[in-house]
T-cell receptor, first 113, second 113 residues
Framework: GESVGLHLPTLSVQEGDNSIINCAYSNSASDYFIWYKQESGKGPQFIID?????DKRQGQRVTVLLNKTVKHLSLQIAATQPGDSAVYFC????????????FGQGTELSVKP | DAGVIQSPRHEVTEMGQEVTLRCKPI?????LFWYRQTMMRGLELLIYFNNNVPIDDSGMPEDRFSAKMPNASFSTLKIQPSEPRDSAVYFC???????????FGQGTRLTVV
């Protein structure tokens, strides 16, 4: 949904553990979803996307799961590394809104060595 | 390609002054987006262009904000007059098509004092 709030949810994990970052989206008509990673001082960087006709998609060390019934998206990062420390955003897009991506609040992932 | 290029990286200006932010999208991308990021509101879409034509400017906060795209390789976001509440990081992004990955620039950090 829309991004609001004074501070971000934080997830702290140990290096080598798996991380799961969750996102609830608001629009049941959304049919395209993207996860972005944003490191401090940089712009958001694409990680992985998924369309609504799928419920799972895998990349390198990352997996995105989509549950349309409860409008929930998750990003799983395997064997989390210190370089994964960043803020992670989910974004949704409804086809008839053209290129308009709506970003979620973001979750700050902190990886402890 | 060097990616989406924004300038300046940082801008500090006094209230009431005009501010112009610049963006060079990735060559061949038909869509260009301007986003604003603040702690309070997260990432908000301000306006986007398709083939140099503004498609949706519903996110532009008020008349003090204007955006242009005179050609496929250049866009500006102007704030006149600027106010302290405009302080934020402004991102430009471009994409090949609808419902596709958007590539973000490094952003311009604007501080209005």
């Amino acid at each position: 949904g829309e991004s609001v709030g004074l501070h971000l949810p934080t997830l702290s994990v140990q290096e080598g553990d798996n991380s799961i970052i969750n996102c609830a989206y608001s629009n049941s008509a959304s049919d395209y979803f993207i996860w972005y990673k944003q490191e401090s001082g940089k712009g958001p960087q694409f990680i992985i996307d998924i369309r609504s006709n799928m419920d799972k998609r895998q990349g390198q060390r990352v997996t995105v799961l989509l549950n349309k019934t409860v409008k929930h998206l998750s990003l799983q990062i395997a064997a989390t590394q210190p370089g994964d420390s960043a803020v992670y955003f989910c974004a949704e897009n409804e086809d008839n809104q053209g290129g308009k991506l709506i970003f979620g609040q973001g979750t700050e992932l902190s990886v402890k060595p | 390609d060097a990616g989406v290029i924004q300038s300046p990286r940082h801008e500090v200006t006094e209230m009431g002054q005009e501010v112009t932010l610049r963006c060079k999208p990735i060559s061949g991308h038909d869509y260009l987006f301007w986003y604003r990021q603040t702690m309070m509101r997260g990432l908000e879409l301000l306006i986007y262009f398709n083939n140099n034509v503004p498609i949706d400017d519903s996110g532009m906060p008020e008349d003090r904000f204007s955006a242009k795209m005179p050609n496929a390789s250049f866009s500006t976001l102007k704030i006149q007059p600027s106010e302290p509440r405009d302080s934020a990081v402004y991102f430009c992004a471009s994409s090949l098509a609808l419902n596709g990955e958007a590539f973000f620039g490094q952003g311009t950090r604007l501080t209005v004092v």
